[in-house]
């Protein structure tokens, strides 16, 4: 009896199997406008949604992925069982509550998880586009966003939310939509990418095409740089964490009981980054790598680009960071709040205690749950 | 507003004076008790700023907008007269930067209301004639080796404040153990709640 009563619980906690969507748009008589100047069509989006729009249709939020996120956000893939990346957030009774909201989320375009990217075919060539691909912008991929949620039928998003990229297309989206949101929670982000942070991107691109086997992006004939993309996440991986958490979770610790005099593994932290790195080149196409990077980079909406049109806005913002991230360090989000108080913005700011540096907006899932929650039930208070 | 008995003399005070649908900013906002009251009374539209996260968590569980940090560096980013009043409750004796805290909510306030905890009150001042001890009182709760307080202030010293800082009193309001009173304030009243303009 007890059994069966803890496996209703199991269920009620869980979404269950979740398929992703697609959805086709930009026919090439009307392609989608990109901030290069270039265009493209068609554009497919992947896609899953979890829980019910309701009759109104004003009760849609969407999630945003950061760097090598997908439209995987939660419940149980179908295939390995494997639970979305923001699980821990998603689903009935969590933060957002999927008995109450309806969650949205889309692989970016550029992407390489189902949204047209440099790994897709060029309907006119029959070829991969490598880098034929257009550059994408946030703004680029906030306005494919777009298109999903018009092609979902909803005016209004009650809420765009998501962490580091994520973070900045919540940001784009309060600034290029803001009738279209009633509410934006940037997590571990930034107005703008700093010069440090275009350098460690910098140097993740050219790990990847200093590697022979990248081929000037034309590699889909021959498979992956493995090595370049490996390293290029390991380098991802260090900015990712924090002293404290690498002091933790490794200290120096041995992967065998001695020093091998090699250059080998010894080190536990080692051996994790090449796990990951090798890990990563299975699940991630290199070119999507580089040109998502690339996003990154051109990303500023300082000066007066951050909701420029309008004086006051009614988005209500709550902004959160932590206090070891030191890739999208905590004063990045209180340029934000700066920006936000110049505006008369409804801001709410958190700086959390936390010791796992950039990872912690998937982590601190107690801490986010409390806030995220408290938050949204409050929006149509106002 | 009528007399609420459950509801703090100074909360009942500040309330008050604050206008219907004003735009206020509540320096040190605690748990939010005092905003949501002013929401609750006013509408009015409420912003606080607060260090201690469990207080934050506090105010956005009952829905209003807080900003983590310190009063001082809070608000230099807001442009001028962006509130109509700007709340310093309570919070004066534990300001570092007293001066400046109180310059900056008068660029960015219309008005502003300080309220303080009155070191000259006739307790502390028996208190320490008499037993040669830092007073204990109900404005002035701690031991010494515990108090936030890091500076202590009389009616007498922020009157002479104003006057030197060119700072126009517009209303004065003078709390003592059982309510408002008007006599001898400086000697009677354990709380004064000033509402000033520059």
Redesign the interface.
Known sequence: MKIVKEREKLKKDYLGIVHTQYFTFAEPSHPLQLKSGRSIGPVTIAYETYGKLNADKSNAILVCHALSGDAHAAGLSPDDKTPGWWDDLIGPGKALDTRQYFVICSNVIGGCKGSTGPSSVNPETGKPYALDFPMITIADMVEAERYLIDHLGIEKLLCVIGGSMGGMQTLQWASAYPDRILAAIPIATALKHSPQQIAFNEVIRQSIMADSAWRKGDYYEYGQPEKGLAVARMIGHITFMSDQSMEEKFSRKLKNDNLSFQFTDDFEVEGYLRYRGYNFVKRFDANSYLYITKALDYFDLSGNYFIPDVKKTSVRFLVISFKSDWLYPSYQSQDIVRALKRKHAYTTYFDLISTYGHDAFLIEIEDETRLVKNFLAHIHQH | MEKNEAMKPDHQIIIDIIHEGAHVLDLGCGNGELLSLLRQYKSARV?GIELD?EQ??A???????????DIESGLV???DQ?FDYVILNQIMQEIKKADYVISESLRLGRKVIVGFPNFAHLSARLTLLLSGKTPINEALPYYWFETPNIRFLTIRDFIDYCAKKNISIEQQYYLGKRGRISFLPNLMAQNAIFVITK
Not at chain 2, 60 to 68: A, F, H, S, Y
């Open positions: 912003q996260e934050m968590h105010c956005v569980e009952i829905g209003l907008t807080v900003l983590q940090g980013d807001y442009p962006s």
